[in-house]
C-alpha cells in the first residue's frame, strides 16, 4: 500500500466573481493519499479535514505547481507524470511548498457565471 503525504489547501471560489481568492488555510494540514485508490474516494476525507465551503459533488483537484486538475476518476499512481516536480524544489532552497488544491470544478464556475450573467441581462433590461 504505497502513499502519498502531502499539504492540501482549498480555494473559495463558490462565488466566481471574487477576484480576491488565495489557497486556505495559510499553514496547510497534511493529507495522505493512498496512490492505489481512485481519488474520487478519498475526496470527502480531503474535504472533511479542510472544512470547505464547496458542495462536495462539485470539487475537484488541482496542484498548485502546475496548475494540473487531477483525473478524479484515477489513481495518483495512474497519474505519476502529473506529479513531476511536484516534490522538487527547482531553486535547491527550502522555498515554497507544493500542495493539492481543492476548489470547484471548472464547468461549475463556468455554468455558475452564465447564470449571474444571464441574471444580470435580465433585470438590466426590466
Do not use: W
Request: aromatic share 6%; net charge negative; with cysteine.
Amino acid at each position: 500500500m504505497a502513499t502519498f503525504v502531502c499539504r492540501v489547501q482549498f480555494l473559495d471560489d463558490t462565488d466566481p466573481f471574487n477576484s480576491t481568492n488565495f489557497p486556505e488555510p495559510t499553514r496547510p494540514p497534511l493529507y495522505t493519499f493512498r496512490e492505489d485508490i481512485p481519488l474520487i474516494n478519498q475526496l470527502a476525507g480531503i474535504h472533511r479535514l479542510l472544512k470547505t465551503p464547496h458542495k462536495l459533488d462539485d470539487c475537484t483537484l488541482q496542484l498548485s505547481h502546475n496548475g494540473t486538475y487531477l483525473d478524479l476518476e484515477s489513481s495518483l499512481a495512474e497519474q505519476r507524470d502529473e506529479l513531476e516536480g511536484f516534490l522538487q524544489d527547482d531553486t535547491g532552497s527550502r522555498g515554497k511548498k507544493h500542495s493539492v488544491i481543492l476548489r470547484t470544478q471548472l464547468t461549475v464556475r463556468v455554468h455558475a457565471c452564465i447564470g449571474e450573467c444571464c441574471v444580470t441581462c435580465l433585470c438590466i433590461r426590466v
